[in-house]
């Protein structure tokens, strides 16, 4: 089944509400014809405001602007726009077949029988559920149902796709082998689709790229090991992964210039100095105390499987974590050396609350 590849850009797009608040901040983005994008954030920072205006589920600011391809839909009802939506519960309608489920949405549109079936069929083979037609949604598991749902929100031929947090009622085991079945099959479908979700997880499986929004902004845009390895902004820094504030002894543009950071000073945890730095958990190296090594008390030992984490007391520092491999002895009680490759560090150049 072949399906449009449609460029999507959003430029200078803001919401107002009538009440004065401000749901999105002026806004650009750009999808690519057939890239999976997701919008990630915590809750209020504007990624379902910017999901619904692009769907036409809100009417944006004066100055606004929404395309697809060439069509500027930023004043255009969502029936007129196409684009398929894929809901957090799926919103399948219970006392109707798989097939039917599927076809709906052509069958209100006035479809052909047969070319309602012909399509239905195809996204049945598509989306590998073979022999489920005849079941209703109860009789399927979470994963048969998303691909009912997929199935449905792109048999009229979409030219975007829009998933809202689709896997967000699911428990913690299921929805981390959904994701990756959902990875797959938008693959398939080679559909633009823009998916939101505030699971840092699931956005980094998924999407192709990822615009991380904090406070009714995006604030970077990129892939996941860029966005996690190279932050530009602070808040990226933190909300994708773990990361530890530090102070160095020296002047953080002096302290690039050396191999490791040993020795580490007060850090006021409120303080918003650009002169911080910040450092991943897996960065900070630990082993034992040698005479070039800073030295830490450790206060806690958790195992997490794939790995463990260390809370390190350090003289005049707040705690530091760091991660190791799960075989390493450290044990709680003991004094252990670490020390941090400069490299690793990452410059807070705004304040984190920005």
Known sequence: MELER???????????????TRGLQPTDLTVEPGEVMALLGPSGCGKTTLLRLIAGLEAPDAGSRIAFGNTDVTHMPIEQRGVGMVFQHYALFPQMTVESNIGYGL???????????????ELVDLVRLGGLEKKRPAELSGGQRQRVALARAVAARPRVLLLDEPLTALDAKLKESLRDELADLLRRLHITAI???????EALAI???LAVMHA??????GDGEALYRTPSHPFVATFLGRVNRIVPAVDPSAARGLPHLTALQVCDAL???????????EDVEVGPTLPDWGSAAVTRRSFLGDRVQLTLAVSGHAPLLADVHRDHPAREGER???R???HRLLSVTESLSA
């Open 207 to 209: 999407a192709d790229r």
């Open 336 to 338: 252990v050396g670490f």
């Open 340 to 342: 941090i490759a400069t």
């Open 271 to 281: 303080s918003a100095s650009a002169d911080a730095l910040l450092v991943r958990p």
């Open 107 to 121: 069958k209100i549109r006035g479809v052909a029988e047969s070319e309602r079936r012909r399509t239905v069929g």
């Open 195 to 201: 998916h939101v979700t505030h699971d840092q997880q």
């Open 216 to 221: 009714g902004r995006i604030v970077q845009v």
């Open 6 to 20: 449609t460029r999507v850009d959003v430029v200078q797009c803001a919401k107002t509400y009538a009440d004065g």
